[in-house]
């Protein structure tokens, strides 16, 4: 095995784990001379390393050892690839082609004709290859989930019968007394596009008493279902808050003090390393009147843990969950979008001072601590999604920092490790605000390409340039002899691919991959009012990553802001067709399967989706 | 068998006119295609796939899954030369896929749902000749990382090859091996002490956060 490029011995945190790079290297036989005959200097000094290169070594031989025994497939493995590729052609074939009966030819048969079918064939390969782009219009479908629903919403529209499937719907909505609880409810099946037979849609709700602040204006859950994060809109008597309510118990552990203004620079590193580090010099605060309801056992301004004792986890909920911790407050949320991290164990937003004295800055939740973070001060940042554990975010910079003969605000997207507070600019992605990146491939990102302005509040908006589909690439954090970025130049549109999903004025926007990287959502918010919008859904290759943007799975839906993409499903609040855009609507669910797509309503009332 | 594949489009290549030719007979082109690249690749295929998930029902619904959507795609496909890496890329992609949905589908709330028990350890170090160790071992580090070692070490990918089955950059590649190396020895050496251990026969699966179950992606 040999690969290009060489690495700088500065890319390396020690010397050691050059020498385990380079070792790994020499395995491959991708090792430089020159880094030989430092790994041997090395390693004559290094016991330990040695040790390391035996084990390499040892590890080389008993995975090469597993060559003598290769498993066998099964003998009908063919007969079935064989159909299934039938059944994945027969809409588009023509009858009597005898296309079909070849694929079937039982096992026994398959080696002896392959020469024939390989010559006859080679004409038809050469035609694809050569009718590509002309043929585009028939080539198969590449809109293609991931779980095999392999069909547009059009295709889709036939047959009655309802999909089979097992969802479940998590929303706030306010119960009889008007108090906001959680609820789930189970879906078992959807209806297809199309079709008039009503579904199954009797399934009861699982309420549960969790209290939510009675002003949530966004609810997020987690994957481990161990909390929800709930933002309160300020009001003239409330400055707003971003709280976490325990669903069950869950240690926090005191961390560094959070939300105070980092000392300089665009993005601040963390204070102090993350984790159960001592001496949180904030304890957060008390609820405010209102806000923690009866119904929570011991508010965390009883609980002697969250007065930060500096040393082991604490537990501040009680059993049974239901407990709040405020993580942020006095905040103004900016925009819709706010996320966890691929492992779970943070949380980020934007928001800004309440009094607007500053503008957005990003900030960073490690799950069981007691407070958000602010990784930038610099009142031009905000958030765009997570690859990995590692955050993008975007700073409005002013367009002569980066030329381009642009005045006003462009965008400077970056990374940030909130576990090491290190900071990569990607000049390398050109213009590109608030990038939502696959968190599956991360090579393509929906962000706004052109440049920003700064509006009311201090806020930052989109000014000209469209909202587009791009080419996205970041380094590794493995790879950090990744060639170092160069800025782009040129055509970005044309170098990053990038296809337009709106053209135009755009206030904001939430676009969301589905965890797999098999479907993306994006929302856009109306001129007129915010938190009304139009939510689109596109199925994604999972070949090449390809969106057909014009065959969306759900097309301009409206949909309040807020929305949850997840385990084949979409959720979404479909606002009232009375025109007040208030909460009191419907929610929707749309699911593909490998029986196809379809959607079902779910609730009628004030609900909010949990993202 | 891809000097063949080379060979056969040389052969079409003479005749071209592509443009007028028929749906039907793209996909004709397409089925000869996959069946002669089953053929040549479904045991390596079908034995990455027991490797990377350990269980030999799911990795021939999943090698069927892997030509279905070479079939599929078979018109992204630029070069035959690079075929089987590409149907590594495909296969990668579809075992990735199923373990990401077996994640999802653990952890929807409170309905308890999963897809059934997993085979046991004996059938399993039967079906893929691993030894315990080394079955436990891999299992504990990221299916990135894994995918990455099988197919370097057992299935002799080149560097062009690996990059472009796991869709990365060649730097990328051989950081992600060089990750995985250290991330197995590390579970390697977990293992051995745990065996070592005499009263460790009932061992509790690895979480994020253990140390052994290797440093993070």
Redesign the interface.
């Known amino acids: 095995?040999?690969?290009?490029?060489s690495?700088r011995p500065d890319d390396w945190p020690t010397v050691h784990d050059r020498a385990?790079?380079a070792?790994?290297?020499q395995?491959?036989g991708?090792i430089e001379t020159r880094e030989a005959a430092w790994l041997d200097a090395h390693l004559a000094d290094c016991a330990p390393c040695r040790q390391?290169a035996d084990?390499?070594a040892a590890?080389?031989f008993?995975?090469?050892a597993?060559?003598?025994?290769?498993?066998?497939?099964?003998r009908d493995?063919?007969a079935?690839?064989?159909a299934?590729?039938e059944l994945?052609?027969q809409p588009?074939?023509?009858a009597g082609?005898g296309?079909s009966r070849?694929?079937l030819l039982a096992p026994s048969a398959?080696?002896a004709t392959?020469l024939v079918?390989?010559?006859?064939?080679?004409?038809?390969?050469?035609?694809?290859?050569?009718?590509?782009s002309?043929?585009a219009g028939?080539?198969?479908?590449?809109a293609?989930a991931?779980?095999g629903a392999?069909a547009t919403p059009r295709e889709l529209a036939v047959g009655p019968t309802p999909i089979p499937v097992?969802k479940?719907v998590?929303y706030v909505a306010r119960d009889s007394a008007g108090n906001l609880k959680l609820n789930?409810k189970?879906v078992n099946e959807v209806c297809p596009v199309g079709t008039t037979e009503p579904c199954d849609t009797s399934a009861p709700a699982?309420e549960r008493t969790v209290t939510i602040d009675q002003d949530a204006q966004a609810v997020y859950?987690s994957?481990?279902?161990q909390r929800l994060i709930v933002m309160r809109t300020a009001t003239q008597d409330d400055p707003g808050a971003v709280s976490v309510v325990a669903l069950a118990d869950e240690p926090v552990v005191p961390n560094s003090s959070p939300s105070e203004t980092p000392p300089s620079g665009t993005a601040a590193p963390p204070s102090e390393s993350p984790g159960p580090t001592p001496t949180p010099s904030t304890p957060p605060t008390s609820a405010p009147p209102g806000s923690a309801p009866p119904s929570v056992p011991a508010s965390p301004s009883e609980s002697p843990a969250v007065s930060a004792s500096p040393t082991a986890s604490i537990d501040v909920s009680p059993p049974g969950g239901g407990s709040t911790v405020e993580i942020a407050r006095g905040v103004a949320l900016v925009g819709q979008t706010a996320s966890y991290s691929a492992?779970g164990d943070w949380f980020a937003f934007t928001a800004r001072p309440l009094d607007a004295s500053a503008g957005p800055d990003i900030y960073v939740w490690r799950v069981g601590t007691p407070a958000a973070r602010k990784i930038t001060a610099d009142g031009r940042s905000v958030f765009g999604s997570w690859v990995?554990?590692r955050l993008v975010g975007s700073t409005a910079v002013d367009a002569s920092r980066g030329g381009g003969g642009l005045t006003g605000l462009r965008p400077m997207s970056f990374l940030f490790d909130p576990a090491s507070g290190g900071r990569t600019d990607l000049v390398q992605v050109g213009s590109a605000w608030r990038p939502a990146v696959d968190p599956?491939?991360r090579?393509r990102a929906v962000y706004w390409a052109g440049t920003v302005r700064t509006i009311e509040d201090r806020a930052i908006a989109p000014d000209t340039g469209k909202l587009v589909l791009g080419d996205w690439s970041d380094p590794?954090p493995?790879?950090?002899?990744?060639?170092s970025a160069t800025a782009l130049t040129g055509d970005q549109s044309k170098a990053r691919h990038e296809t337009t999903i709106q053209a135009g004025r755009v206030d904001d926007w939430d676009a969301a991959w589905d965890?797999?990287g098999?479907h993306l959502a994006v929302w856009i918010a109306d001129r007129q009012d915010a938190t009304v919008g139009r939510l689109s859904l596109y199925a994604v290759?999972?070949?090449?990553g390809a969106i057909d943007l014009k065959s969306p799975l759900l097309d301009d839906a409206r949909a309040l802001a807020g929305f949850s993409i997840?385990?084949g499903a979409l959720i979404w609040a479909e606002p009232a067709n009375d025109g007040s855009g208030t909460r009191d609507g419907t929610l929707q669910l749309l699911a593909w399967t490998a029986d196809g797509i379809g959607t079902v309503e779910t609730f009628e009332g004030s609900a909010l989706v949990i993202r | 068998m891809v000097g063949a594949l080379d060979t056969r489009i040389g052969i079409g290549r003479g005749f071209g006119g592509g443009a007028s030719m028929s749906d039907v007979w793209r996909q004709d082109a397409a089925a000869g295609f996959v069946e002669e690249l089953f053929a040549a690749h479904q045991n390596e295929i079908y034995a990455y796939l027991i490797r990377m998930l350990r269980d030999p029902e799911l990795a021939a619904d999943l090698t069927q899954d892997a030509f279905v959507k070479a079939y599929r795609n078979y018109n992204t496909l630029e070069k035959a030369e690079n075929a089987r890496a590409w149907l590594y890329q495909i296969a990668h992609r579809v075992a990735l896929d199923h373990i990401r949905r077996q994640k999802i589908v653990r952890f929807l709330p409170w309905t308890g749902e999963s897809r059934g028990a997993a085979p046991s350890t004996e059938r399993l170090v039967m079906d893929a000749h691993l030894s315990g160790d080394l079955q436990r071992a891999l299992e504990r580090i990221p299916e990135r990382q894994r995918a990455a070692l099988l197919m370097a070490e057992l299935h002799d990918l080149t560097g062009l090859e690996l990059a472009a089955a796991l869709g990365v950059s060649h730097v990328a590649a051989r950081a992600l091996l060089t990750r995985a190396r250290e991330s197995l020895r590390q579970a390697l050496a977990a293992e051995r002490a745990a065996e070592a251990d005499a009263d460790a026969t009932a061992r509790p699966p690895a979480r994020r956060g253990d140390p052994r179950s290797g440093p993070a992606r």
């Open positions: 095995m040999s690969f290009g490029r690495r385990r790079s070792l790994s290297d395995l491959d991708a390391v084990e390499y590890q080389r008993a995975l090469r597993l060559r003598d025994h290769q498993p066998l497939p099964p493995l063919w079935r690839t064989a299934a590729i994945e052609a588009r074939s023509t082609r296309f070849r694929l398959f080696i392959a079918v390989a010559v006859a064939s080679g004409l038809l390969t050469s035609s694809q290859l050569g009718g590509r002309g043929g028939s080539s198969p479908n590449v293609i991931s779980i392999t097992r479940n998590e789930v189970t699982l859950g994957d481990d279902q492992s990995g554990d599956e491939s090579l590794d493995g790879a950090s002899a990744e060639p965890p797999t098999t290759s999972q070949f090449d997840s385990g």
